[in-house]
Nanobody, 128 residues
Framework: QVQLVESGGGSVQAGGALRLSCSAS????????MGWFRQAPGNEREWVAS????????YYADSVKGRFTVSQDNAKGTVHLQMTTLKPEDTGMYYC?????????????????????WGRGTQVTVSS
């Protein structure tokens, strides 16, 4: 089973930027896609962005489109989430996830069911 470790969280003011990283180890060649989710207190975990590792296709939730960028570093087995123009509503625990199963049709919005392994999360706090 792949292990995922997130890093890069922190506290910033609105309008600031953060770069999250997710390092994968073990069986990384079996990963089809990786994604980022976030969860604010009292809310359900929501999908933020995904990247298909073989095609490098990238997908974003409408709430972060144009502000967040997901990328991969194949050599290091690492996926990044560059977050800019951060807003207080971006606050939450950010989780990295890996999916091992191919999907026949890319959904308009990924869900937890599209992923099989999860990291423990890294906290992002954006103050106004």
């Amino acid at each position: 089973q792949v292990q995922l470790v997130e890093s890069g969280g922190g506290s910033v003011q609105a309008g600031g930027a953060l770069r999250l990283s997710c390092s994968a180890s073990r069986n990384i060649n079996s990963i089809y896609r990786m994604g980022w989710f976030r969860q604010a207190p009292g809310n359900e975990r929501e999908w933020v962005a995904s990247i298909a590792l073989w095609s490098d296709n990238k997908y974003y939730a409408d709430s972060v489109k144009g502000r967040f960028t997901v990328s991969q570093d194949n050599a290091k087995g690492t996926v990044h989430l560059q977050m800019t123009t951060l807003k207080p509503e971006d606050t939450g625990m950010y989780y990295c996830a890996a999916g091992f199963r191919p999907i026949s049709r890319v959904p308009s919005r990924f869900t937890e069911a599209n992923f099989d392994s999860w990291g423990r999360g890294t906290q992002v706090t954006v103050s106004s």
